[in-house]
């Protein structure tokens, strides 16, 4: 996925203005300086924009980029411009070849723009959309993120993600997932011991943590409060998530992760 700059297009609208100023009597010269800008927009519009599908809009937009260009080459072959070509108006050929071809440009582009892809995220609470959709984790101290594993702060970003594009189930099983190694640590901290694969369920790492008389009561009620809450109906395939209740369980699994980091980090 990659941000598209949408000012773009409209900065390159202002600079195909330009063309529109041209007119038979034009020295060539001058036609050259005006269709500078207008050139670069276009080289622009077809390189930048390789994810976007413009595919008969570029095909224009080469076209007529390649009869700008032809302004900038001599009329015999193999030659520089010489000064009485560059001094001669570029008649009415060549302006009658660039206003045709811009013409065609615009109406293949207006027609592809209406059925382009392109939709509004809206924010999501206090976070803005290229936050949640760029780097999540960061709703998190650094030097919380520092010591944050690979695996919770790649589960944090896909579920900013899927916050920023209303998926909010999926965000739901990311935000878990991204507890779930602190908890690990935490009550290796506490046991001294891993359990089987088979054993690792919230309830069984809640309870063996809660046995220990150095456990911080508060982080087993609050692990307690996501698993009865949000973790253990999300295991249903039949229990969906609002969007309110996905964000509200993200504020909920940062401030986890704030406790369980301060827990492990404690003596």
Not at 47 to 68: C, R
Not at 142 to 171: H, I, M, W
Not at 192 to 219: E, F
Request: charged share 25%; with cysteine; aromatic share 8%.
């Amino acid at each position: 996925m990659k941000q598209v700059n949408t000012f773009a297009f409209y900065e390159m609208g202002t600079k195909l203005c330009e063309l529109r100023r041209l007119s038979p009597r034009t020295e060539r010269i001058t036609a050259m300086g005006q269709a500078l800008w207008p050139a670069k927009a276009l080289q622009a519009f077809v390189q930048d924009t390789h994810e976007v599908p413009f595919v008969h809009s570029k095909a224009a937009a080469a076209d007529l980029l390649d009869i700008i260009n032809r302004l900038y080459k001599s009329d015999k072959e193999g030659q520089t411009i010489d000064l009485d070509e560059s001094k001669a108006p570029i008649g009415e050929s060549r302006a009658g070849r660039i206003e045709r071809s811009l013409a065609d440009f615009e109406a293949v582009f207006a027609q592809e723009a209406k059925a382009i892809e392109v939709y509004a995220v809206g924010q999501k609470g206090i976070y803005s959309t290229s936050s949640l959709v760029e780097n999540a984790d960061r709703a998190l101290p650094e030097d919380v993120r520092n010591r944050l594993s690979a695996a919770s702060a790649y589960d944090l970003r896909q579920a900013g993600k899927c916050l920023a594009f209303d998926v909010p189930t999926a965000a739901g099983y990311h935000v878990i997932k991204s507890v779930e190694p602190l908890i690990r640590d935490y009550h290796f901290k506490l046991t001294g011991r891993k359990l089987a694969a088979k054993n690792r369920s919230w309830g069984v790492y809640i309870r063996d943590m809660a046995r220990h008389p150095k456990v911080d009561r508060q982080v087993t009620a609050f692990l307690t409060h996501i698993k009865d809450a949000y973790r253990n109906p999300l295991m249903h395939a039949e229990v969906t998530l609002t969007s309110d209740e996905a964000s509200m369980l993200f504020g909920a699994a940062i401030s986890a992760i704030l406790m369980l980091d301060k827990a492990i980090q404690g003596p």
